[in-house]
């Protein structure tokens, strides 16, 4: 029993090393993508960048593709760890809905290249790729379009209410290609500001059904 725990523990360690290595390429990788573009960024860069061969890249990643899914499949992660549970905590869905929009504001602020990444660069992979990011992407936009549901008590097709999702997931992205961090509006700010236009819109959308 001892020797299979040792050999457990070693292969766990493994992995979690391999998955540091892996996440540290990604990191650099997401950064030259946002800097010189997917296809203008080469192997090469990312290698010397990260500080090792493109061997040792080909250990851990087969293509540049597989680079950009990695990145994007972890960031999907990022958005969606949690956020089930944590709605589960939330009773009304007006402040669902903020805790979705704040959150979403403040984790695409903590990985903004990784973020911009899956806004730009989504199309550059392979068809299966492209479907298991897709498929992680409808999994979080639901939880809104549940939330705004239950908002407009049932009324609104559910057609409507996804759409009404994809509009806020469309400005909060937007929001990245012009907000400095450092400048005089500060991302709680501007995200109260963005909730209440949102939301004063949508009550008079819910008044008017």
């Not at 457990?8 to 540091?20: H, L, T, V, Y």
């Not at 010189?36 to 960024?41: D, N, P, Q």
């Not at 040792?56 to 293509?63: D, E, L, Q």
Request: net charge neutral; glycine share 6%; proline share 2%.
């Amino acid at each position: 029993m001892e020797r299979h725990s040792v050999i457990e523990k070693n292969g766990e360690d493994s992995k979690n090393k391999e998955f540091k290595r892996k996440n540290s390429i990604g990191i650099v990788a997401a950064r030259l993508f946002d800097k010189k573009g997917y296809l203008e960024t080469s192997l090469k860069d990312i290698s010397t960048e990260v500080k090792l061969s493109k061997g040792c890249i080909y250990h851990y990643f087969t293509s540049k593709h597989e680079i950009l899914y990695f990145i994007l499949d972890a960031y999907m992660d990022h958005l969606l760890g949690g956020l089930e549970e944590e709605l589960g905590n939330i009773a009304d869905n007006s402040s669902k809905i903020k805790h979705i929009m704040f959150r979403h504001l403040m984790l695409y602020n903590n990985k903004v290249p990784e973020a911009r990444a899956i806004l730009v660069d989504a199309n550059n992979l392979p068809e299966e790729y492209y479907k298991a990011i897709a498929f992680k992407q409808k999994k979080y936009a639901q939880l809104l379009t549940d939330a705004l549901s239950g908002f407009f008590d049932g009324r609104m097709p559910v057609e409507k209410s996804r759409a009404i999702s994809y509009i806020l997931f469309g400005m909060s992205n937007s929001i990245m290609h012009w907000h400095n961090p450092d400048g005089p509006i500060k991302l709680e700010e501007l995200s109260e500001i963005c909730y209440d236009l949102f939301m004063n819109g949508i009550t008079h959308y819910k008044n008017n059904i």
